[in-house]
Antibody
Framework: EVQLVESGGGLVQPGGSLKLSCAAY????????MSWVRQAPGKGLEWVST????????YYADSVKGRFTISRDSSMNTLFLRMNSLRGEDTALYFC???????????????WGRGALVTVSS | QSVLTQPPSASGTPGQRVTISCSGS????????VNWYQQLPETAPKLLIY???QRPSGVPDRFSGSKSGTSASLAISGLQSEDEADYYC????????????FGGGTKLTVL
């Protein structure tokens, strides 16, 4: 079955670190750019970061640039998000998503995981 | 403050047709295609419409999308109780606001 499964969420203190994982099943992982999107409690969707299929190119929202690092391991079919210097405003449900046509007029996410909850609080 | 503007709420009775609007600018909707996502309560978003008006396999033809200029719309005909969800529009953005921008979401209530 084609699916994405996130893990690694939890409670972390402000200033702390956490690493999320997203395991991909049922498709050729290395062919697709992959992204992280987050949703703060009761709020809308916010794009966080994207990595190309090869892993050579990465992109970040200004709100996380310099603090978060996206990576991937195609041998494990897994996407990662390393989050450092966490703040209260980073509290959210973090979804991984598969990109189609990244960088073009016709971009969209066609597959989403169920999400991993990150809570930043003392 | 989301880059794309959606009404926060919409409602309809079973069988009715409802539309949800999404307003943007020349750097996003005006130049690029629009996608719509449905998020049922406590679930992950699901792709509903891509490239303005295309439905992925498995999405009922009750759902349709359109775009004109810097605005887009999602229409749901024959409204059903299971359509009660949050709906988000999204698009590529060629400005510094991008690259990916979302609407704030519309909560659809089936009365």
């Amino acid at each position: 079955e084609v699916q994405l499964v996130e893990s690694g969420g939890g409670l972390v203190q402000p200033g702390g670190s956490l690493k999320l994982s997203c395991a991909a099943y049922g498709f050729t992982f290395s062919k697709f750019p992959m992204s992280w999107v987050r949703q703060a409690p009761g709020k809308g969707l916010e794009w966080v970061s994207t990595i190309s299929g090869s892993g050579a190119s990465t992109y970040y929202a200004d709100s996380v640039k310099g603090r978060f690092t996206i990576s991937r391991d195609s041998s494990m079919n897994t996407l990662f998000l390393r989050m450092n210097s966490l703040r209260g405003e980073d509290t959210a449900l973090y979804f991984c998503a598969r990109d189609r046509n990244w960088g073009s007029h016709y971009w969209y996410f066609d597959l989403w995981g169920r999400g991993a909850l990150v809570t930043v609080s003392s | 403050q989301s880059v794309l503007t959606q009404p926060p709420s919409a409602s309809g009775t079973p069988g009715q047709r409802v539309t949800i609007s999404c307003s943007g600018s020349s750097s996003n909707i005006g130049t690029n295609t629009v996608n719509w996502y449905q998020q049922l309560p406590e679930t992950a978003p699901k792709l509903l419409i891509y490239s303005n008006d295309q439905r992925p396999s498995g999405v009922p033809d009750r759902f349709s999308g359109s775009k004109s200029g810097t605005s887009a719309s999602l229409a749901i005909s024959g409204l059903q109780s299971e359509d009660e969800a949050d709906y988000y529009c999204a698009a590529w953005d060629d400005s510094l606001k991008g690259p990916v921008v979302f609407g704030g979401g519309t909560k659809l209530t089936v009365l």
